[in-house]
């Protein structure tokens, strides 16, 4: 974008972007001013998503990839059992059609912002003769148990997700809600331990997951929730492997001491999405249980590749 195109693109976005009590000053200055809650620490997370690496513009349309781009910051706050405050929002548009892209961009955006009740408080856009690129830098802050770390599942806890896994290629990784009051719930209701989304697939975040804690990790095959989309899949991955390995779920995965976890699973407080326990944490090492069978559980997931 050129100078004009960048300074009609900010006059249009500021009359679509709805004022936020905390936040007394919004896109058109050197920096936003943005009140935050005087004892809480500020949670900072952000995403890029490339064209032809993350989504593919001409088959999901510019509106769903903001969506996006905005539910996968979301869902990292939520992984901290998190309340999302405010968005920073950048660019590398195209230069041909890239005003159009951006106004459809930013419809997605702030659809899945406002859900949340999130502000857009700036950002930045440059035009270039390549793909489409968004990054997103997400603010909020803990809820009242304070921030719920990878770092703190014990041997004993249970390993519970929500939802289902697997298959997300056939449109959940773009259509997905955040669980971000999910997360918020099964905070106050639980002692959570631990928590991780499940971004990259259930396999390669339970390795993280444990590796922070400096534990292991037994999972029972024949409990990990399959969706109907992992089932559809017509390639040589077993529905179970596409649940393991396949990413872009968007769930929890948490733990929490096997008493309570009895108790969550009796009485499923989430209107309209399962929670079930899939494994236990251990001592050491990762492990699979399958028709009695224990082998090594492989890091399965997505992991981007750069020399």
């Known amino acids: 974008m050129g100078d ?16 936020k009590a905390w936040v007394p000053v919004g896109p058109g200055d050197d920096a936003a001013v943005v009140q935050w809650p005087n004892d809480k620490p500020c949670l900072a997370t952000s995403d890029m998503l490339l064209e032809g690496s993350c989504f593919i513009l001409a088959e999901a349309g510019a509106e769903r990839i903001g969506r996006k781009a905005m539910n996968v910051n979301l869902s990292d706050i939520a992984a901290m059992a998190g309340i999302p405050r405010a968005a920073l929002v950048s660019l590398a548009l195209p230069k041909n059609g890239g005003k159009q892209l951006a106004q459809q961009l930013f419809k997605g955006l702030n659809q899945a912002a406002e859900l949340f009740d999130t502000a857009i408080v700036g950002g930045d856009t440059n035009a270039w ?59 106050q209701l639980t002692n959570l331990n631990s928590m991780i989304d499940l971004s990259d697939g259930l396999a390669l975040d339970l390795h993280r997951l444990c590796t922070e804690s400096k534990c292991g990790a037994t999972l029972f095959a024949d409990r990990i929730p399959i969706s109907e989309a992992a089932l559809q899949m017509k390639d040589d991955k077993t529905p179970l492997q596409h649940a393991l390995g396949d990413g872009e779920d968007f769930e929890l995965l948490f733990t929490l001491p096997a008493l309570e976890a009895q108790q969550l699973l009796k009485d499923q407080p989430l209107k309209g999405l399962r929670i079930t326990q899939i494994g236990e944490i251990t001592k050491d090492g990762l492990f699979m249980e399958e028709k009695g069978r224990k082998f090594l559980l492989e890091a399965l997931g997505y992991i981007h590749q750069f020399d």
């Open 129 to 187: 003769n390549g793909p489409l690129a968004i990054s997103i830098t997400l603010l909020g802050f803990p809820g009242p148990k304070g921030p719920i770390l990878r770092s703190n599942a014990k041997p004993g806890d249970a390993i519970l997700v929500t939802g289902q896994l697997g298959g997300s290629i056939l449109g959940k990784h773009l259509d997905f809600t955040p669980r971000i009051a999910e997360a918020q719930l099964l905070s």
């Open 4 to 19: 004009k195109s960048e300074l009609e693109f900010v006059s249009w976005l500021r009359t679509k972007i709805s004022s």
